[in-house]
């Protein structure tokens, strides 16, 4: 055993070093924590694991597939909104940003009811609903991907007093390009057995 880990240092030193600073991150902001006065980080893993095991596995992999084609459809049009452009100039930073994430909602919300009851959940329904580690998968890309895009929809000034883990995880360029191409890349390869 202990060559092959040595193998795997001398092959791949850039993917153990990430694997180790990924490690060292999560378990400096596990210490970090404070029970006693809790912060917007430890609400916002919080959310993140209760959501992912109760909601999402209450749901079933097809109505998950159905809310992450319902995001990445509200996140476009939040995003190419013009009239959102337009209010940036009459507005203070902080009512744009909860217009945003409200009307990311409400778009959000209006889809998943329209798309729940459309075609498209029939198609997923005819597959199988899948085994529960790729509802747990789905679960957690789609969780993550909705605490991405509402993170980045607040403005810079409320994020910055996040944790720098949560920062790197949710809001960092790397981190959004995960969490938005993942999903697709589950729906593409976990299909219905």
Request: proline share 3%.
């Amino acid at each position: 055993m202990f060559l092959f880990q040595a193998e795997v240092v001398t092959n791949s030193p850039d993917v153990v070093a990430e694997v180790v600073k990924v490690g060292n991150a999560t378990a400096d902001y596990v210490n970090q924590i404070n029970w006693s006065a809790p912060s917007w980080d430890l609400f916002i893993v919080l959310f993140f694991v209760v959501t992912v095991f109760l909601y999402g596995l209450s749901l079933g992999r097809d109505r998950i597939v159905v809310i992450l084609v319902s995001i990445y459809m509200a996140l476009a049009v939040v995003s190419n909104a013009p009239f959102i452009d337009q209010l940036r100039f009459s507005r203070a930073g902080g009512q744009i940003a909860a217009f945003r994430i409200g009307a990311f909602v409400g778009i959000f919300v209006l889809l998943f009811f329209l798309l729940s009851r459309s075609v498209l959940l029939k198609t997923f329904s005819n597959l199988a609903s899948g085994k529960w580690w790729q509802v747990l998968a789905f679960s957690i890309l789609h969780v993550g991907l909705l605490v991405s895009i509402t993170l980045s929809l607040l403005p810079a000034d409320a994020v910055s007093h996040l944790a720098p883990f949560t920062r790197s995880l949710f809001l960092s360029d790397g981190g959004k390009f995960i969490w938005i191409v993942a999903p697709i890349m589950a729906m593409v390869t976990l299909k219905g057995d």
